[in-house]
């Protein structure tokens, strides 16, 4: 059974509907924290809040549709977070997008543009909007969900390693500036099984598979673990780190 370490912290989960951000939500409601998610599709969030609040035990959770790319709307989300649970101590960056596939000197600009205002931008504006709102005050521990082609050229997926890598740069940036009271962390996935990275093992999960030491594809859980953790006082001396969560990948030398 897993503790209930997070009893009396409130997190918010982007892009939480299905997936990665989905399995933190569950996992941090499992350690007692009480969550906030948010994605853009108003009927699938409702029901992943319905679904999780079955196991949420004294925690609650709450769903709070919105376009992560909007100003107005991370405001938003996070005064409603304040205003439903009284604090904001966990901030997960989950959502990501990848329209852009393919050979860097071929891609669609405005497509590199909205990655990077997502990835990065969004990601960035919802860490201002938590710090200003509650954190520069009392704290909290940050995450942002990052990949290993942000670590490794991959020429497949090049946009959006890009935006990774600066995601990661920027987790840095701000682990040295926000400390000590607030830390911040990225955690690296390999490919997860999960609908955002099946045109990465639509040929074979096992041929998928093959390279990793571990010889499987990741889970959601498998992340939501690390997560945990990280923003678990079991972590209290870890910031400004990119902790990759591959099966042994990039020990591989491979992407």
Known sequence: MTSQDLAGRTALVTGASRGIGKAIAAELLR????????ARKAEALEETAHELAEHAGQ????ALPSNTGDPESRHGVVAATLDRFGSLDILINNTGINPVYGPLVEADLGGVSKIFDVNVVAALGYVQEAYKSWMNEHGGAIINVASVAGLRSSGVISAYGASKAALIRLTEELAWQLGPSIRVNAVAPGVVKT??????YTAGE???ASIYPMKRLGTPEDVAK???FLVSDDAAWITGETVRVDGGL???GAL
């Open 195 to 200: 609908k955002f990275a099946e045109a990465l």
């Open 59 to 62: 925690a609650g959770v709450v």
């Open 206 to 208: 096992d041929q998928a």
């Open 250 to 252: 990039l020990a591989t």
């Open 226 to 228: 690390l997560v945990g």
């Open 31 to 38: 350690r007692g924290a009480n969550v906030a998610i948010t």
